[in-house]
């Protein structure tokens, strides 16, 4: 009895099964560590320049000294961050970036001039936002809001 075609045979299984075993245990660790860990950190990376540009945004909206000063500058952000809405609120003289994942956010605080008074208002992900500035030479407010 001759058995050399089962050799053959027997030699093809283990193969496939050594590479679809190499396989699994590739994908199982990017799936598993390395991909959720660069979502991480690309998610922190964008909460910290979303911060940013909205701070700059805002102090570019702060007009030089004018008697009177009325005026909206509009504000670009991103939608989400890492998959989830997110908002940008003020606290006192500070933006806040609040977002569902505790590693995600920020405070900073925009360097305005004296004549700024108030800091007020928030931003919702997702809605057209925009800056108002108002108030006369002395007293400045700047409101976060949405677009209307």
Sequence with gaps: M???????VVEKLLSMGIVL??????????????VPAYQSAVGTELGDRTL??????????VPPDA??????????????????????RTDGDALVLDHPDHEIGGRTQPLLPDRVDT?????????????????????VTVTLEAER
């Design 67 to 88: 008697r009177a000063v009325s005026t909206t500058v509009r504000v670009s952000l991103p939608a989400t961050i890492d998959g989830a809405g997110y908002s940008v």
């Design 119 to 139: 800091l007020e208002g928030e931003w919702q992900s997702g809605s057209p936002t925009v800056v108002a500035v108002s108030g006369t030479r002395g007293s």
């Design 52 to 61: 940013a540009e909205a701070t700059a945004r805002v102090e570019q909206a």
């Design 21 to 34: 075993l190499y396989l699994g245990l590739v994908t199982t660790t990017l799936y598993g560590g390395t």
């Design 2 to 8: 001759d058995n050399r075609a089962l050799s053959t």
